[in-house]
């Protein structure tokens, strides 16, 4: 039987929280994020690329709400952490594909897409090396 968040051990409780984020990250990267969203996150300042980071930070406000607590600065630093450098990864892939002029036949577009995925799966565990520190 699953313990209750609460009783979690602390590697399990991060664990927990890297399963969170990775089911969170598929879901804003590809279920929710709008034909606006896509477009606009390669041009700077763009509407469709703030909501596009905003919406990842949300989503990743629970895992500092439901495991071990921390204060409401550190919580807030650490979302808006998330979307700066979320929004600038995703930017930054799409300043490289969109001047190469790559497309999804191009086996350089995946490089440039697996690195920006790599990148955001390394800011996670970064945001949770800070939360909690050993």
């Known amino acids: 039987m699953l ?30 994020q709008s034909a606006r969203q896509r477009i ?17 930070s949300v989503l990743t406000a629970p895992v500092f709400v439901l495991l ?12 808006i952490a998330e ?17 190469r002029g790559w497309t999804s036949k191009d086996t350089a577009f995946w490089w440039a897409f697996g690195i920006d995925q790599m990148l955001h799966g390394l800011t996670y565990v970064a945001l949770l090396w800070v939360a909690y520190p050993a």
Do not use: N
């Not at 071990?68 to 979302?79: D, E, Q």
């Open 3 to 32: 313990a209750p968040v609460a009783q979690l051990s602390a590697e399990h409780a991060v664990l927990l929280a890297v399963a969170y984020l990775m089911v969170k990250h598929a879901l804003a990267d590809f279920l929710l």
């Open 40 to 56: 606009e996150k390669g041009i700077y300042g763009k509407l469709g690329g703030f909501t596009h980071a905003l919406t990842h």
């Open 68 to 79: 071990p607590t921390l204060g409401p600065t550190i919580v807030l630093a650490l979302l």
């Open 83 to 99: 979307f700066v450098i979320h929004y600038h990864i995703d930017w930054a892939k799409e300043q490289v594909v969109r001047q």
